[in-house]
C-alpha cells in the first residue's frame, strides 16, 4: 500500500511537473536545435546562489562592467539557503526567471527539466563563434569538456563549470582535486593545553575533551564569552563544507552526497549506499549519546551558515568543520588546530574521497524558455569563460583580492591574509567569500601558469590533503559526477530518488536526536528503502550508468 500511494504521488508530480513544462514562452526555438535568433530583450531575470558572506551582486563591480559590455541589465534574486528546493518548487509551478545560476543541478536534473522543456538546448549557442567566441573556442580546444556537458540526448542545458585545482600542483605524483575532501575538522588546542589535554586521536579522546570543554566553561574562562556559553562541537547537519560527515570516519564511511544522497562507488566499482551499513548505524548511535549529554550543539539540525559562522567567530565553539580555520574562527584562529580523523572504538578509521572539482560539471548555469534572447544573455556569460574574468569572479576585483600590477612572469598575484587584515579587517578567506560569485566558473588549469597564480591558501589546503588528509584514505575510488542517464534511467530517478533521499535524510536525523535504531527499527528501515523508496532500481540505475561510463573511457 506504501509502495502504490508513493508511485501514485510520484505520477502526479511528473504529471504536474510536464504540464508546467509545457506552457509558456519557449524562447523562440526551445530545444528544436537552432538558434533563436530574438534580440529584444535586454533585462533579464537570474536567480542564483551566493555564499554565506556575500551581500548579494547588484553592487558587484566586475559583473556590472560585465553587463554594460554585453549591453544587458540582469535583475539579481539570490539566497545562500535552500536554493534548489526553492528553484524546484518555482520551476514545477511554472514559475521560470530568464536563468538559473548555482543551484548545482546534477545530470540527472539536467537531464530532466531539459527533455521536459524547461531548460533550453545550448548547444547551437556554445558552438557559435558570434554568440560566444571564448567558450566556443575552449570546447573546440578541449572536446572532451563539450563531451562531459552533452547529455544522453545529446543536448547541453547547462554551460561548463570546472575548477581544476589539484594536487599535482604540490609536486604530487597524482592529481586530486581540492575538493576531494570537504570536511576539515578543527579543534581549539589552546582550550586542550588550558586543560593538560593533548589532540584527541581516538573517538573515545575526543568524547573526552568535549566533556571538559563543557564542564570547565572554556569560552567562558579563556575568552570571556557570557558564563555557559560554551559550545563543545558545532556544525551543520548533512551540509556540505561543515557537515558532520567526517566524523563517520572512525565507523568505517564519510557518506559524501555528490551524485546521490550516500551512494558510494567500492573499490571492486560496485555501487552501494552507505545509509544500509552497520557503521552508518553504530556512528548514528554513537554520536546520539553525545547530543543528549549536551557535548554536540542543539541547533545542529536548524542553524544556517551564518549563524554557524558567528558561533565559530566568537569563540564560542570548541570544535568545528569548515573549510579551513581562519575563514571559520576569526581573530580566535590561532588557537585551533585541525583535528585529524578519528579512530572508532574499534580501531577503524575510513575516510573516502568525493567526486567534486575538477570534474566537468554542467550544472551551475541553465537558460529556461522563459527567455526570449537567449543570445544576448549568453554574451553575457561567455565573458566568464576568460582566465582573467573567472579569476575575479573565483576570487575578488583586481585592486581588491589580486594587486593591481602583475609581477615579473606577467602574473596576477593575490592578497596575503595580513594584507587582507589589515586593510579590509578580513582574513583572505573572508574577502574571497564576500566577493566571490558562483556560478559556471570554468577555471583551466593552464590559468595558473599564465594568468594568476593560485593563492597561497589554496596551496596550503593542497598541501594538506596530500600530507594529512590522504594519510586516512586507503581507497581513491569515487563515483563520477559526470555519468549521464538514459530517458528511461532518468524517469525512474525521477521517481524514487527525491523520496529516497528525504526519507534517508529525515530519519538518521531523526536516530541522530533520539537514539537508536533498535534492531527491530533497524532492519524495517532496510526493508522499507527496498519496498517503497526503491533502493535497488536506484543502485541498478547508476551501477548501469557508471558501467557506461567506465567502458567509454
Not at 551540509?239 to 557518506?255: D, E, K, R, S, V
Not at 566568464?384 to 581588491?400: A, D, K, R
Request: hydrophobic fraction near 35%; glycine fraction near 8%; charge should be negative.
Amino acid at each position: 500500500m506504501k509502495k502504490l500511494l508513493s508511485l501514485i504521488l510520484a505520477s502526479v508530480m511528473a504529471l504536474a511537473l510536464l504540464t508546467a513544462c509545457g506552457g509558456g514562452n519557449d524562447g523562440g526555438s526551445g530545444n528544436s536545435g537552432e538558434p533563436n535568433t530574438n534580440t529584444d530583450q535586454t533585462e533579464f531575470n537570474v536567480i542564483s546562489g551566493i555564499s554565506a558572506l556575500s551581500g548579494g551582486y547588484d553592487d558587484n563591480p566586475v559583473l556590472n562592467q560585465m553587463m554594460e559590455n554585453a549591453g544587458i541589465k540582469i535583475n539579481w534574486e539570490t539566497m545562500a539557503d535552500s536554493l534548489g528546493e526553492q528553484v524546484n518548487i518555482r520551476l514545477s509551478g511554472g514559475e521560470y526567471p530568464d536563468a538559473v545560476q548555482a543551484v548545482g543541478w546534477s545530470n540527472y536534473d539536467l537531464g530532466r527539466y531539459g527533455r521536459g522543456g524547461t531548460f533550453i538546448d545550448l548547444t547551437p549557442y556554445v558552438t557559435d563563434p558570434e554568440i560566444m567566441p571564448n567558450l566556443s573556442a575552449i570546447l573546440a580546444k578541449y572536446p572532451q569538456i563539450k563531451a562531459a556537458i552533452t547529455q544522453d540526448d545529446g543536448k547541453i542545458y547547462g554551460l561548463p563549470s570546472a575548477e581544476m585545482m589539484g594536487t599535482a600542483a604540490t609536486g604530487a605524483a597524482d592529481d586530486y582535486s581540492i575538493h576531494s575532501i570537504q570536511q576539515f575538522s578543527m579543534i581549539n588546542k589552546a582550550w586542550l593545553d588550558d586543560l593538560g589535554l593533548a589532540v584527541p586521536e581516538t573517538v573515545e579522546e575526543l568524547r573526552t575533551a568535549l566533556q571538559a570543554f563543557k564542564d570547565n566553561d572554556m569560552a567562558h574562562k579563556m575568552y570571556g564569552a557570557d558564563a555557559g556559553s560554551t559550545i563543545p562541537m558545532s556544525f551543520g547537519f548533512d551540509q556540505w563544507c561543515w557537515g558532520q560527515n567526517i566524523f563517520y570516519a572512525p565507523f568505517g564511511l564519510t557518506n559524501w552526497s555528490d551524485v546521490c544522497a550516500d551512494l558510494r562507488l567500492t573499490k571492486d566499482k560496485e555501487v552501494v549506499f552507505d545509509c544500509v551499513s552497520d557503521g552508518y548505524r553504530d556512528a548514528i548511535t554513537y554520536y546520539h549519546d553525545w547530543y543528549a549529554d549536551g557535548l554536540i550543539d542543539i541547533e545542529v539540525f536548524s542553524q544556517d551558515d551564518k549563524q554557524y559562522l558567528a558561533k565559530c567567530a566568537q569563540g564560542y565553539v570548541g570544535v568545528a568543520t569548515w573549510w579551513e580555520i581562519n575563514e571559520l574562527m576569526g581573530e580566535h584562529a590561532a588557537d585551533y588546530v585541525y583535528l585529524p580523523p578519528l579512530k572508532g572504538p574499534d580501531g577503524t578509521c575510513t575516510v573516502t574521497i568525493k567526486s567534486a572539482g575538477s570534474a566537468v560539471n554542467s550544472g551551475h548555469l541553465s537558460i529556461t524558455k522563459a527567455c526570449e534572447s537567449p543570445a544576448n544573455l549568453l554574451k553575457f556569460y561567455d565573458q566568464w569563460y576568460t582566465g582573467e574574468n573567472v579569476m575575479q569572479l573565483q576570487y575578488g576585483p583586481i585592486g581588491v583580492y589580486f594587486n593591481e600590477e602583475k609581477d615579473a612572469e606577467g602574473m596576477y598575484v593575490s592578497i596575503t591574509d595580513d594584507e587582507a587584515r589589515a586593510k579590509y579587517n578580513k582574513s583572505a578567506g573572508e574577502l574571497k567569500s564576500t566577493y566571490e560569485v558562483q556560478g559556471p566558473k570554468l577555471i583551466l588549469s593552464e590559468y595558473y601558469t599564465d594568468v594568476f597564480h593560485m593563492e597561497d591558501r589554496a596551496l596550503q589546503r593542497l598541501e594538506d590533503l596530500q600530507n594529512f588528509w590522504f594519510k586516512y584514505v586507503e581507497d581513491f575510488t569515487f563515483y563520477p559526477v559526470d555519468c549521464v542517464f538514459t530517458e528511461q534511467e532518468l524517469e525512474d530517478l525521477d521517481l524514487y530518488k527525491p523520496d529516497f533521499e528525504n526519507h534517508v535524510k529525515e530519519q538518521e536525523a531523526l536516530w541522530f536526536r533520539d537514539g537508536g535504531p533498535s534492531d527491530a527499527e533497524w532492519e524495517a528501515y532496510k526493508q522499507d528503502l527496498i519496498d517503497t523508496y526503491g533502493m535497488n532500481q536506484l543502485l541498478e540505475i547508476y551501477q548501469a550508468a557508471y558501467n557506461r561510463y567506465s567502458d567509454a573511457e
